[in-house]
């Protein structure tokens, strides 16, 4: 009972957070140029014609008759439809059939960071200071130093003349998922790497760890019944937030392989200044960051009994 | 046999030697002036007790330990140099130039890399080696202000988050509210709001940034504000003031050092994403995030890939050294690896 209250609480308040967003995004749509509205047709119109389309968008109205006019619809249950991206087509269908390609290159690319970028982790603290730590810290030092515009060039330079692999998405050549999925779970595998090697190190010196290996475990077995385990705790916290952000998707990597995907959307919805597509967006990324928090702790919670949430910390 | 007669001849030895002593003490009388009064000197009794630990000489120690990190800070250092006396170096072209043949009329376009242009030119006949150094210097400047920007309102807010307690809710929400909209959406419209130029550029980045920042101060503020020599200099009547600046920032400097230094590459990064996606600098004015753009224009032919790889390389030589002297800073700092 506590934890439905919890949750409640913390949805309401979130509920308030989204609310100063959406309400700020769209007081900044409108403090841009009237001109962007119209596109390139811009020098063709004459200025009649202008404002009757400013009017039919409802864009002359004074900007809090707007801004209510939005919440009035939205608490309806509408988002509107697009004004610019694709005329008078609801921005819903617009986004799910992009959030769906988006959403399956994510979670290839989720799977492969976590296949490859625990293990790695592991066996980087297994041989600390032997060549393949090296190897490892290299790597993560040049994923995370490097720009992520520069190596995704150069995976796809290398990638299609070398291997001969499709250089652009497909949909139907299986191995036009190669290149974009590496692309995309390079970043990933890099802090997942990073972040198991330094938390094996941290623990293999914990007491608990010395009692395991004194009472004859393995040190292979001590990683995956005891450290494991526990290291899976933080992760279940970040699992469902990463899941749903795969949905957004990634600018640079879907416009490089032309994947009809999320990732570009955002950008090109705010050059053409399609103030429905924007909102609907901003709203469902917050929504999504709001609910990936709450469930991460939730299922933190789940996997560590020691963990509660309703209980507050006493400060000093 | 041997040992045995050993033993007994040490035996006689010590039997002799408290002969000889009480002898010897009957005979002398013990005077004053055989004692010497030593002086009294306060140096030298400090000398015993001070270990001669100094936090920062330790530091510069382990940091200048490493032969890679010493390595890697002369390369930068001589890049840097090399960046800002570049222009003032005998032979070197204007970067925004366009270089036309005097015979045919025509540009030099897309000429490969020879000794007349060391990184060949671009698709209108710029010469590309004195473009990037052009482009470096402008993507160091827009890191290195936007870094330093960054970390001064982030330490201000941070401190003021994390020591006010009063107060502690309400920049909390301020923080969800800036977290929850995405920073593109943010960027691109105050871009457009604001005209791209560098000075946007700058004031975009740290407008971004600078709540991060904050929230990480604010954290390690917490840890130290309630310490007991903290408890015990508010109890003496310290102010807030003194207390932060005095007694917990000087705490938190190779932290504060390491983000800024880290802002650089990451700043270098968002000036190459943000002209990806069309908020770039003006194309008269070189940077590395234009360099890189108009080598990805022309990636396809394999003979002008020159014109994407040497500003790739640039910067990833620049990003890389950055990052890696930043963490051999921040392992470097950390007393528990000083001996």
């Known amino acids: ?316 | 046999m041997g040992i045995f007669s050993q033993l007994h001849l040490k035996n006689r030895v010590y039997e002799n030697m408290a002969a000889d002593l009480e002898t010897s003490a009957t005979e002398e009388q013990v005077t004053d002036d055989m004692f010497k009064l030593a002086n009294h000197d306060i140096k030298e009794a400090e000398q015993t007790a001070f270990s001669g630990y100094s936090y920062w000489k330790s530091t510069l120690k382990v940091f200048l330990g490493s032969k890679v990190t010493v390595f890697i800070l002369i390369f930068l250092a001589a890049l840097l140099l090399f960046t800002f006396i570049q222009p003032l170096l005998p032979n070197q072209k204007d970067p925004i130039e366009i270089f036309v043949n005097p015979e045919t009329g025509i540009q030099y376009k897309n000429v490969q890399p020879n000794s007349e242009f060391w990184f060949g030119t671009n698709t209108i006949g710029q010469d590309l080696w004195s473009r990037i150094w052009s482009g470096t210097r402008t993507s160091l400047f827009i890191g290195l202000c936007s870094g330093v920007a960054t970390a001064i309102i982030g330490i201000a807010a941070g401190c003021v988050w994390g020591y006010a307690r009063k107060w502690d809710r309400l920049f909390t929400e301020i923080y969800n509210i800036f977290d929850n909209i995405p920073y593109t959406v943010l960027r691109m419209l105050i871009t457009y709001i604001m005209r791209p130029s560098l000075g946007t550029m700058i004031f975009v980045m740290c407008l971004t940034g600078w709540i991060g920042m904050a929230k990480y101060i604010r954290n390690l503020i917490l840890i130290y504000r309630d310490r007991e020599f903290n408890l015990a200099s508010r109890c003496l009547g310290s102010s807030s003031f003194k207390i932060i600046t005095k007694n917990i920032l000087p705490q938190l400097i190779s932290v504060i050092m390491l983000e800024t230094a880290l802002a650089i590459p990451g700043a270098i990064g968002s000036e190459v994403f943000l002209t990806y996606i069309g908020l770039g600098l003006p194309v008269s004015t070189p940077s590395l995030g234009n360099l890189i753009d108009e080598g990805r224009a022309v990636m396809m032919v394999a003979s002008q890939r020159y014109q994407l790889f040497f500003p790739v390389i640039v910067v990833s030589a620049i990003t890389i050294s950055f990052y890696a002297l930043g963490n051999a800073f921040a392992d470097a700092s950390d007393p528990r690896n000083h001996r």
């Open chain 1, 1 to 316: 009972m506590d934890m439905v209250k919890y949750c409640l609480g913390r949805l309401g308040r979130a509920l308030i957070t989204m609310a100063i967003v959406l309400s700020i995004v769209f007081l900044l749509m409108r403090l841009l140029p009237v001109e962007g509205y119209f596109g390139d047709r811009s020098d063709a119109m004459n200025p009649k014609v202008k404002e009757q389309v400013l009017k039919s968008l409802g864009l002359l109205d004074p900007w809090y008759v707007q801004l209510k006019n939005f919440w009035v619809d939205l608490f309806h249950g509408d988002l509107g439809r697009s004004i610019v991206y694709r005329k008078n087509v609801p921005v819903m269908d617009i986004i799910l059939p992009k959030a769906k390609y988006s959403f399956q290159f994510g979670m290839a690319a989720l799977v492969l960071e976590k296949v490859i970028g625990l293990p790695l982790g592991v066996l980087m603290a297994r041989y600390k200071g032997k060549a393949l730590d090296k190897f490892g810290n290299l790597y993560i030092l040049i994923i995370n130093a490097v720009p992520a515009a520069v190596y995704y060039l150069l995976i796809q330079l290398g990638g299609s003349s070398l291997f001969g692999v499709s250089m652009l998405y497909k949909p139907t050549d299986p191995t036009s998922w190669i290149l974009p999925t590496i692309s995309l779970s390079l970043g990933g595998i890099a802090s997942t790497a990073m972040w198991m090697r330094r938390y094996m190190v941290d623990q293999m010196n914990m007491d608990y760890i010395k009692l395991a290996r004194a009472k004859g475990m393995t040190s292979s077995q001590v990683s995956f019944r005891h450290v494991l385990r526990n290291a899976f705790i933080p992760m279940a916290q970040s699992l469902p937030a990463s899941i749903l952000f795969t949905i957004s998707g990634s600018l640079y990597v879907e416009s490089l392989y032309s994947i009809p995907g999320m990732g570009g959307l955002l950008v090109t919805a705010i050059q053409r200044q399609d103030n429905t597509l924007v909102q609907a967006m901003v709203l469902i990324y917050s929504a999504i960051s709001v609910c990936g928090l709450l469930l991460g702790d939730i299922a933190m919670m789940i996997c560590d009994p020691r963990i509660k949430l309703t209980k507050k910390g006493g400060s000093r």
